[in-house]
T-cell receptor, first 115, second 113 residues
Framework: DTGVSQNPRHKITKRGQNVTFRCDPI?????LYWYRQTLGQGPEFLTY????????KSRLLSDRFSAERPKGSFSTLEIQRTEQGDSAMYLC?????????????FGEGSWLTVV | AQSVTQPDIHITVSEGASLELRCNYS??????LFWYVQSPGQGLQLLLK??????LVQGIKGFEAEFKRSQSSFNLRKPSVHWSDAAEYFC???????????FGTGTRLKVLA
């Protein structure tokens, strides 16, 4: 069990550029989540996949954001036309199960700095 | 509205001293409660969780937390702090049946040698 893996760990980009983050969940976890954490704040929920289906998106996820999980394994989060307000740590997490109370395990995050 | 409050932004303790980090939540039913720890630049590590049953929960690294329904609290404790415990601690609520954890704003712990 290698845990939730995220790449790249750090990304600096110019405003207006597109960026993509990848997340590899814990093997066989059917649920995958993206959260965003800005400095001095706790993480905030962005979106959720069960297998390959994206079941919910937060209102925080603007049209410039798109997430995919094409084969129900790894996921990508793309941000188009980045803005300085997108600077944050993007956390991926995964969990196993179909019931309630499943523990979510987080990756180490991908830091985005938009300059 | 559902919310989590961590009233202490910063806490400083001496190594070997006891620790209590406060967490209060607002939720209409029994929530699922979590404490996570985050070292600088790192992701979140689960310390402990409460779903039901015994209100005193033991976690990793010698931490424990007590769920008090009457006070809507889930405070984290450790009897003797180690220098390696310096980090940021987040309390979270995961309403039953959902995955949308609501996090507090965190408490940054500093440990004095």
């Amino acid at each position: 069990d290698t845990g939730v893996s995220q790449n790249p760990r750090h990304k600096i980009t110019k405003r207006g550029q597109n960026v993509t983050f990848r997340c590899d969940p814990i093997s066989e976890h059917n649920r995958l989540y993206w959260y965003r954490q800005t400095l001095g704040q706790g993480p905030e929920f962005l979106t959720y996949f069960q297998n390959e289906a994206q079941l919910e998106k937060s209102r925080l996820l603007s049209d410039r954001f798109s997430a995919e999980r094409p084969k129900g394994s790894f996921s990508t989060l793309e941000i188009q036309r980045t803005e300085q307000g997108d600077s944050a740590m993007y956390l991926c997490a995964s969990s196993l199960g179909t019931g309630t109370g499943n523990t979510i395990y987080f990756g180490e995050g991908s830091w985005l700095t938009v300059v | 509205a559902q919310s989590v409050t961590q009233p202490d932004i910063h806490i400083t303790v001496s190594e070997g001293a006891s620790l209590e980090l406060r967490c209060n939540y607002s939720y209409g039913a029994t929530p699922y409660l979590f404490w996570y720890v985050q070292s600088p630049g790192q992701g979140l590590q689960l310390l402990l969780k409460y779903f039901s049953g015994d209100t005193l929960v033991q976690g990793i690294k010698g931490f424990e937390a007590e769920f008090k329904r009457s006070q809507s609290s889930f405070n984290l404790r450790k009897p003797s702090v180690h220098w390696s415990d310096a980090a940021e601690y987040f309390c979270a609520v995961g309403p039953s049946g959902t995955y949308k954890y609501i996090f507090g704003t965190g408490t940054r712990l500093k440990v004095l040698a």
